[in-house]
Protein backbone atom coordinates (compact mmCIF):
# COMPACT_ATOMS: atom_id res chain seq x y z
CA UNK A 1 0.00 0.00 0.00
CA UNK A 2 1.18 3.41 -1.01
CA UNK A 3 1.93 6.27 1.39
CA UNK A 4 -0.90 7.83 -0.77
CA UNK A 5 -4.06 4.50 -0.03
CA UNK A 6 -2.74 4.51 3.16
CA UNK A 7 -3.32 8.25 4.20
CA UNK A 8 -7.02 8.05 1.98
CA UNK A 9 -7.63 5.02 3.79
CA UNK A 10 -7.30 7.08 7.10
CA UNK A 11 -9.54 9.63 5.69
CA UNK A 12 -12.57 7.42 4.32
CA UNK A 13 -12.93 5.31 7.30
CA UNK A 14 -13.42 7.86 10.09
CA UNK A 15 -15.95 10.01 8.31
CA UNK A 16 -17.79 6.81 7.60
CA UNK A 17 -18.15 5.84 10.82
CA UNK A 18 -18.03 9.09 13.04
CA UNK A 19 -19.64 11.40 10.97
CA UNK A 20 -22.72 13.67 12.36
CA UNK A 21 -25.30 12.33 10.40
CA UNK A 22 -24.55 8.77 11.32
CA UNK A 23 -24.58 9.50 14.98
CA UNK A 24 -27.69 11.01 14.03
CA UNK A 25 -28.72 7.79 12.62
CA UNK A 26 -27.69 5.95 15.99
CA UNK A 27 -29.26 8.05 18.55
CA UNK A 28 -32.36 7.47 16.83
CA UNK A 29 -32.47 3.89 16.40
CA UNK A 30 -32.03 3.95 20.30
CA UNK A 31 -31.26 -0.02 21.38
CA UNK A 32 -28.43 -1.65 22.02
CA UNK A 33 -29.05 -4.76 19.01
CA UNK A 34 -29.81 -2.09 16.39
CA UNK A 35 -26.93 -0.16 17.06
CA UNK A 36 -24.81 -3.32 17.55
CA UNK A 37 -26.15 -4.26 13.94
CA UNK A 38 -25.96 -1.16 12.22
CA UNK A 39 -22.51 -0.07 13.50
CA UNK A 40 -21.82 -3.88 11.65
CA UNK A 41 -23.53 -2.39 8.64
CA UNK A 42 -21.29 1.06 8.76
CA UNK A 43 -17.91 -0.91 9.26
CA UNK A 44 -18.41 -3.45 6.49
CA UNK A 45 -19.73 -0.58 4.29
CA UNK A 46 -16.46 1.50 5.22
CA UNK A 47 -14.13 -1.42 4.75
CA UNK A 48 -15.79 -2.03 1.15
CA UNK A 49 -15.62 1.50 0.29
CA UNK A 50 -11.87 1.10 1.79
CA UNK A 51 -11.80 -1.52 -1.16
CA UNK A 52 -12.25 1.06 -3.53
CA UNK A 53 -9.25 3.08 -2.72
CA UNK A 54 -6.66 0.87 -2.34
CA UNK A 55 -7.24 -1.54 -5.41
CA UNK A 56 -3.82 -0.62 -7.84
CA UNK A 57 -5.32 -3.80 -10.72
CA UNK A 58 -8.21 -0.88 -11.60
CA UNK A 59 -5.67 1.92 -11.07
CA UNK A 60 -8.84 3.30 -8.57
CA UNK A 61 -6.35 4.46 -5.74
CA UNK A 62 -6.06 8.02 -3.83
CA UNK A 63 -7.80 9.66 -7.39
CA UNK A 64 -10.82 8.05 -6.92
CA UNK A 65 -11.41 9.46 -3.37
CA UNK A 66 -10.00 13.32 -4.96
CA UNK A 67 -13.66 12.95 -7.29
CA UNK A 68 -15.70 11.92 -4.43
CA UNK A 69 -14.75 14.85 -2.71
CA UNK A 70 -14.81 17.12 -5.30
CA UNK A 71 -11.45 18.06 -4.84
CA UNK A 72 -7.82 16.81 -4.47
CA UNK A 73 -6.87 18.64 -1.55
CA UNK A 74 -9.75 21.15 -1.75
CA UNK A 75 -8.51 23.52 -4.38
CA UNK A 76 -8.48 26.97 -3.30
CA UNK A 77 -10.70 27.69 -6.03
CA UNK A 78 -14.13 25.92 -6.56
CA UNK A 79 -17.56 25.84 -7.69
CA UNK A 80 -18.00 28.64 -10.94
CA UNK A 81 -21.84 29.24 -11.95
CA UNK A 82 -23.04 31.65 -14.48
CA UNK A 83 -25.45 34.42 -14.23
CA UNK A 84 -28.00 34.88 -16.65
CA UNK A 85 -26.46 38.18 -18.37
CA UNK A 86 -22.81 36.06 -17.66
CA UNK A 87 -20.96 37.38 -14.87
CA UNK A 88 -19.85 33.98 -13.06
CA UNK A 89 -19.42 33.71 -9.30
CA UNK A 90 -17.12 31.67 -7.75
CA UNK A 91 -15.64 30.04 -4.30
CA UNK A 92 -12.35 31.51 -3.07
CA UNK A 93 -9.69 30.92 -0.39
CA UNK A 94 -7.35 33.62 0.40
CA UNK A 95 -5.40 33.68 3.48
CA UNK A 96 -8.24 33.66 5.70
CA UNK A 97 -11.43 31.61 5.12
CA UNK A 98 -13.29 30.63 1.57
CA UNK A 99 -15.80 33.46 0.29
CA UNK A 100 -17.99 34.18 -3.08
CA UNK A 101 -16.18 36.40 -5.44
CA UNK A 102 -17.66 37.35 -8.91
CA UNK A 103 -15.90 37.97 -12.16
CA UNK A 104 -17.27 39.41 -15.50
CA UNK A 105 -16.51 37.04 -18.41
CA UNK A 106 -13.55 38.92 -20.14
CA UNK A 107 -12.10 38.76 -16.79
CA UNK A 108 -12.20 42.10 -15.62
CA UNK A 109 -13.87 43.51 -12.32
CA UNK A 110 -13.07 40.36 -9.84
CA UNK A 111 -14.36 41.21 -6.63
CA UNK A 112 -15.21 39.66 -3.20
CA UNK A 113 -19.13 39.47 -2.17
CA UNK A 114 -19.12 38.23 1.22
CA UNK A 115 -17.47 39.17 3.98
CA UNK A 116 -17.21 36.91 6.96
CA UNK A 117 -19.15 34.26 5.42
CA UNK A 118 -17.79 31.16 7.70
CA UNK A 119 -17.08 28.92 4.49
CA UNK A 120 -19.75 29.38 1.93
CA UNK A 121 -20.70 26.41 -0.36
CA UNK A 122 -23.26 26.12 -3.05
CA UNK A 123 -23.73 29.74 -4.10
CA UNK A 124 -26.33 29.73 -6.54
CA UNK A 125 -27.96 33.13 -8.58
CA UNK A 126 -30.97 34.53 -8.60
CA UNK A 127 -33.06 34.24 -12.16
CA UNK A 128 -32.59 38.00 -12.38
CA UNK A 129 -28.96 38.16 -11.81
CA UNK A 130 -29.50 40.44 -8.81
CA UNK A 131 -28.32 38.30 -6.03
CA UNK A 132 -26.72 35.03 -4.97
CA UNK A 133 -27.99 32.44 -2.19
CA UNK A 134 -25.13 30.66 -0.64
CA UNK A 135 -24.87 27.91 2.31
CA UNK A 136 -22.35 29.33 5.41
CA UNK A 137 -20.97 28.02 8.13
CA UNK A 138 -20.60 23.89 8.09
CA UNK A 139 -22.22 21.22 9.58
CA UNK A 140 -24.48 21.83 12.67
CA UNK A 141 -24.07 25.85 11.90
CA UNK A 142 -24.52 26.33 8.71
CA UNK A 143 -26.88 28.59 7.93
CA UNK A 144 -28.83 30.33 4.62
CA UNK A 145 -27.38 33.50 3.49
CA UNK A 146 -28.09 35.89 0.58
CA UNK A 147 -25.75 38.96 -0.60
CA UNK A 148 -26.59 41.48 -3.82
CA UNK A 149 -24.77 41.33 -6.62
CA UNK A 150 -23.11 43.78 -5.93
CA UNK A 151 -21.31 43.00 -2.41
CA UNK A 152 -23.87 44.79 -0.37
CA UNK A 153 -26.81 43.51 1.72
CA UNK A 154 -25.71 40.18 3.41
CA UNK A 155 -27.85 38.49 5.22
CA UNK A 156 -28.73 35.22 6.58
CA UNK A 157 -32.51 34.03 5.55
CA UNK A 158 -32.57 30.69 7.78
CA UNK A 159 -30.25 29.46 10.65
CA UNK A 160 -29.51 25.41 10.51
CA UNK A 161 -29.73 25.30 6.52
CA UNK A 162 -28.16 23.58 3.70
CA UNK A 163 -28.03 23.58 -0.10
CA UNK A 164 -29.96 26.00 -0.75
CA UNK A 165 -31.66 26.47 -4.52
CA UNK A 166 -33.49 28.96 -6.33
CA UNK A 167 -36.77 28.24 -8.07
CA UNK A 168 -36.80 29.03 -11.69
CA UNK A 169 -39.55 32.14 -11.17
CA UNK A 170 -36.97 33.52 -8.63
CA UNK A 171 -40.17 33.35 -5.75
CA UNK A 172 -39.14 30.44 -3.45
CA UNK A 173 -35.77 29.15 -2.01
CA UNK A 174 -35.51 25.24 -1.11
CA UNK A 175 -33.20 24.34 1.85
CA UNK A 176 -32.24 21.12 3.91
CA UNK A 177 -32.82 21.58 7.23
CA UNK A 178 -33.34 19.15 10.33
CA UNK A 179 -33.19 16.12 7.66
CA UNK A 180 -36.34 17.50 6.22
CA UNK A 181 -36.48 19.87 3.25
CA UNK A 182 -38.54 23.49 3.44
CA UNK A 183 -39.27 26.04 1.20
CA UNK A 184 -39.42 29.84 1.79
CA UNK A 185 -40.58 33.24 0.05
CA UNK A 186 -36.87 34.36 -1.61
CA UNK A 187 -36.98 37.09 1.05
CA UNK A 188 -36.61 34.42 3.75
CA UNK A 189 -40.13 34.61 5.19
CA UNK A 190 -42.89 31.72 5.85
CA UNK A 191 -40.90 28.70 5.73
CA UNK A 192 -42.88 25.90 4.80
CA UNK A 193 -41.96 22.40 5.38
CA UNK A 194 -41.82 20.05 2.36
CA UNK A 195 -41.06 16.10 3.10
CA UNK A 196 -40.78 14.32 6.47
CA UNK A 197 -37.73 13.44 8.18
CA UNK A 198 -34.97 11.92 5.85
CA UNK A 199 -31.80 9.87 6.45
CA UNK A 200 -29.57 12.46 5.17
CA UNK A 201 -30.32 14.87 2.22
CA UNK A 202 -27.74 16.39 -0.37
CA UNK A 203 -28.19 18.58 -3.11
CA UNK A 204 -31.35 20.15 -4.09
CA UNK A 205 -32.12 20.56 -7.93
CA UNK A 206 -35.25 22.47 -9.71
CA UNK A 207 -36.68 21.05 -12.88
CA UNK A 208 -36.74 24.36 -15.60
CA UNK A 209 -40.41 24.61 -14.56
CA UNK A 210 -40.44 24.89 -11.18
CA UNK A 211 -42.92 22.10 -10.35
CA UNK A 212 -40.42 19.48 -9.21
CA UNK A 213 -37.35 18.97 -6.88
CA UNK A 214 -34.13 16.33 -7.39
CA UNK A 215 -32.12 15.40 -4.68
CA UNK A 216 -30.38 12.98 -2.98
CA UNK A 217 -31.28 10.68 -0.04
CA UNK A 218 -29.34 7.91 2.25
CA UNK A 219 -30.73 5.04 1.29
CA UNK A 220 -30.96 3.92 4.85
CA UNK A 221 -28.58 4.23 7.91
CA UNK A 222 -25.51 3.08 5.28
CA UNK A 223 -23.41 6.42 5.50
CA UNK A 224 -22.52 6.09 2.21
CA UNK A 225 -25.40 4.92 -0.23
CA UNK A 226 -27.20 7.48 -1.86
CA UNK A 227 -30.18 7.06 -4.01
CA UNK A 228 -32.06 9.78 -6.59
CA UNK A 229 -35.33 10.99 -5.27
CA UNK A 230 -37.61 13.70 -7.09
CA UNK A 231 -41.09 15.59 -5.60
CA UNK A 232 -43.29 17.96 -5.98
CA UNK A 233 -43.11 21.97 -5.17
CA UNK A 234 -45.82 20.89 -3.31
CA UNK A 235 -44.67 17.67 -0.94
CA UNK A 236 -46.53 15.13 -3.07
CA UNK A 237 -45.63 12.51 -5.84
CA UNK A 238 -42.28 12.08 -3.86
CA UNK A 239 -40.46 8.86 -5.63
CA UNK A 240 -37.12 7.25 -5.59
CA UNK A 241 -35.50 7.08 -9.54
CA UNK A 242 -32.93 4.56 -8.63
CA UNK A 243 -34.13 2.02 -6.36
CA UNK A 244 -31.73 -0.52 -7.84
CA UNK A 245 -28.63 1.73 -7.79
CA UNK A 246 -27.08 3.80 -5.56
CA UNK A 247 -25.66 7.50 -6.68
CA UNK A 248 -22.53 8.83 -5.49
CA UNK A 249 -24.12 11.88 -3.28
CA UNK A 250 -21.07 12.32 -0.79
CA UNK A 251 -20.84 15.82 -2.40
CA UNK A 252 -21.03 18.40 0.73
CA UNK A 253 -21.95 21.22 -1.30
CA UNK A 254 -18.27 22.83 -2.11
CA UNK A 255 -18.94 22.47 -6.20
CA UNK A 256 -21.22 20.33 -8.07
CA UNK A 257 -19.39 17.51 -8.26
CA UNK A 258 -22.40 15.24 -7.31
CA UNK A 259 -25.37 17.32 -7.77
CA UNK A 260 -28.00 16.17 -9.80
CA UNK A 261 -28.14 17.88 -12.98
CA UNK A 262 -32.07 18.21 -15.23
CA UNK A 263 -32.32 18.49 -18.95
CA UNK A 264 -33.43 21.36 -20.28
CA UNK A 265 -36.55 20.00 -21.36
CA UNK A 266 -37.02 18.50 -18.18
CA UNK A 267 -37.93 15.16 -19.41
CA UNK A 268 -34.02 13.92 -17.63
CA UNK A 269 -31.82 13.62 -14.99
CA UNK A 270 -28.25 13.11 -14.86
CA UNK A 271 -26.01 11.98 -12.21
CA UNK A 272 -23.05 10.30 -11.44
CA UNK A 273 -23.72 6.57 -9.94
CA UNK A 274 -22.23 4.02 -7.97
CA UNK A 275 -21.79 0.33 -9.64
CA UNK A 276 -21.80 -1.69 -5.88
CA UNK A 277 -19.56 -1.41 -3.57
CA UNK A 278 -16.75 -3.51 -5.70
CA UNK A 279 -13.61 -2.37 -6.85
CA UNK A 280 -13.04 -1.47 -10.11
CA UNK A 281 -16.77 -0.95 -11.20
CA UNK A 282 -15.98 2.67 -11.01
CA UNK A 283 -18.53 5.64 -11.35
CA UNK A 284 -20.46 6.13 -14.29
CA UNK A 285 -22.39 8.65 -14.90
CA UNK A 286 -26.07 7.60 -15.43
CA UNK A 287 -29.40 9.56 -17.09
CA UNK A 288 -32.92 8.55 -15.88
CA UNK A 289 -36.35 9.60 -16.78
CA UNK A 290 -38.62 12.20 -14.25
CA UNK A 291 -40.74 8.42 -13.60
CA UNK A 292 -37.75 6.70 -13.12
CA UNK A 293 -37.66 4.51 -16.18
CA UNK A 294 -35.03 4.85 -19.06
CA UNK A 295 -31.81 4.33 -16.45
CA UNK A 296 -28.84 4.03 -18.84
CA UNK A 297 -25.28 4.10 -18.18
CA UNK A 298 -23.20 6.77 -20.27
CA UNK A 299 -20.20 6.02 -19.73
CA UNK A 300 -19.55 2.32 -19.17
CA UNK A 301 -16.22 2.97 -20.80
CA UNK A 302 -13.13 3.43 -20.15
CA UNK A 303 -13.49 2.36 -16.29
CA UNK A 304 -12.85 5.35 -14.02
CA UNK A 305 -13.89 7.79 -11.78
CA UNK A 306 -16.40 10.18 -13.57
CA UNK A 307 -18.26 13.64 -11.86
CA UNK A 308 -19.94 16.87 -12.60
CA UNK A 309 -22.53 15.81 -14.83
CA UNK A 310 -23.59 19.34 -16.70
CA UNK A 311 -26.35 19.72 -19.74
CA UNK A 312 -25.62 22.38 -22.38
CA UNK A 313 -28.75 25.30 -22.60
CA UNK A 314 -30.17 23.13 -25.96
CA UNK A 315 -29.39 19.95 -24.08
CA UNK A 316 -27.67 18.01 -26.96
CA UNK A 317 -24.43 17.77 -25.21
CA UNK A 318 -23.19 16.90 -21.35
CA UNK A 319 -19.89 18.06 -19.67
CA UNK A 320 -18.33 16.07 -17.41
CA UNK A 321 -14.86 15.29 -15.35
CA UNK A 322 -12.93 12.49 -15.69
CA UNK A 323 -9.66 10.89 -14.26
CA UNK A 324 -10.07 8.23 -17.35
CA UNK A 325 -7.28 9.52 -18.73
CA UNK A 326 -4.73 10.10 -15.91
CA UNK A 327 -5.92 12.94 -14.35
CA UNK A 328 -9.24 15.02 -13.92
CA UNK A 329 -9.93 17.16 -17.07
CA UNK A 330 -13.06 18.39 -18.59
CA UNK A 331 -14.85 16.10 -21.00
CA UNK A 332 -17.94 16.92 -23.39
CA UNK A 333 -20.56 13.91 -25.01
CA UNK A 334 -23.55 13.88 -26.79
CA UNK A 335 -26.49 12.99 -24.33
CA UNK A 336 -26.74 9.78 -26.03
CA UNK A 337 -23.41 9.67 -24.29
CA UNK A 338 -21.44 9.27 -27.90
CA UNK A 339 -19.02 11.45 -28.90
CA UNK A 340 -16.86 11.50 -25.79
CA UNK A 341 -14.21 14.44 -26.06
CA UNK A 342 -11.41 15.59 -23.92
CA UNK A 343 -11.60 19.65 -23.55
CA UNK A 344 -8.87 20.47 -21.50
CA UNK A 345 -5.60 17.73 -22.15
CA UNK A 346 -4.13 19.08 -19.85
CA UNK A 347 -1.50 17.61 -16.67
CA UNK A 348 -3.12 19.78 -14.20
CA UNK A 349 -6.40 19.49 -12.34
CA UNK A 350 -9.27 20.60 -14.35
CA UNK A 351 -12.57 20.39 -13.06
CA UNK A 352 -15.71 21.64 -12.34
CA UNK A 353 -17.15 22.57 -15.41
CA UNK A 354 -20.10 25.27 -15.76
CA UNK A 355 -22.05 25.85 -19.47
CA UNK A 356 -22.57 29.80 -20.12
CA UNK A 357 -26.23 30.97 -20.44
CA UNK A 358 -25.84 30.93 -24.40
CA UNK A 359 -23.99 27.88 -24.69
CA UNK A 360 -21.04 29.04 -26.18
CA UNK A 361 -18.19 28.67 -23.56
CA UNK A 362 -17.22 26.38 -20.48
CA UNK A 363 -16.15 28.13 -17.41
CA UNK A 364 -14.27 25.27 -15.12
CA UNK A 365 -11.60 25.65 -12.32
CA UNK A 366 -7.77 24.88 -12.64
CA UNK A 367 -4.58 24.90 -11.70
CA UNK A 368 -2.16 25.12 -14.51
CA UNK A 369 -0.59 27.99 -13.85
CA UNK A 370 0.81 27.12 -10.38
CA UNK A 371 -2.78 28.65 -8.43
CA UNK A 372 -5.95 27.46 -8.59
CA UNK A 373 -8.05 29.78 -10.52
CA UNK A 374 -11.49 30.10 -12.76
CA UNK A 375 -10.99 29.26 -16.57
CA UNK A 376 -12.92 29.59 -19.35
CA UNK A 377 -12.97 28.13 -22.93
CA UNK A 378 -15.00 27.73 -26.38
CA UNK A 379 -17.47 24.57 -26.02
CA UNK A 380 -15.05 22.56 -28.66
CA UNK A 381 -12.51 23.16 -26.09
CA UNK A 382 -10.16 25.99 -28.33
CA UNK A 383 -9.52 29.54 -26.58
CA UNK A 384 -8.70 28.46 -22.95
CA UNK A 385 -7.73 31.16 -20.78
CA UNK A 386 -7.58 32.53 -17.10
CA UNK A 387 -10.10 35.11 -15.97
CA UNK A 388 -9.86 35.17 -12.30
CA UNK A 389 -7.06 33.92 -10.15
CA UNK A 390 -7.30 32.49 -6.07
CA UNK A 391 -7.59 35.57 -3.69
CA UNK A 392 -4.69 36.96 -2.21
Same mark, same amino acid.
Given at each position: ???????????????????????????????????????????????????????????????????????????????????????????????????????????????????????????????????????????????????????????????????????????????????????????????????????????????????????????????????????????????????????????????????????????????????????????????????????????????????? #?? =? /? %?????? *??? &?? @?? $???? +?? !????????????????????? #?? =? /? %?????? *??? &?? @?? $???? +?? !?????????????????
Amino acid at each position: MTDFDRASLDRILPSALGSPDWEDVMSRSGARQGRRRWSLVALAAAILAAGLLVTPAFGIGGRLLALIEGTPGRPDVQAPVWSPDGRIAFLSRGEGSKEVYVVNADGSGQRRLTGDARFPAAPAWSPNGRQIVFEGGSGATSSVYVVNADGSGQRRLARNGRAPAWSPDGRTIAFFSDSKIYLMNADGSEHRQLTKTMWGGRSLAWSPDGRKLAFFDKGGPCPICFKLYVVNSDGSGLRNLTPKLWAAGAGSGGGPTFDPAWSPDGQMIAFVGLVGLTAGLGKPIYVVKVDGSGLRNLTPKPVGAYAA #PA =W /S %PDGRKL *AFV &SD @RD $GNSD +VY !VMNASGKGQRNLTRNRAYDAD #PA =W /S %PEGQKI *AFV &SN @RD $GNYG +VY !VMNADGRGQRRLAQRSP
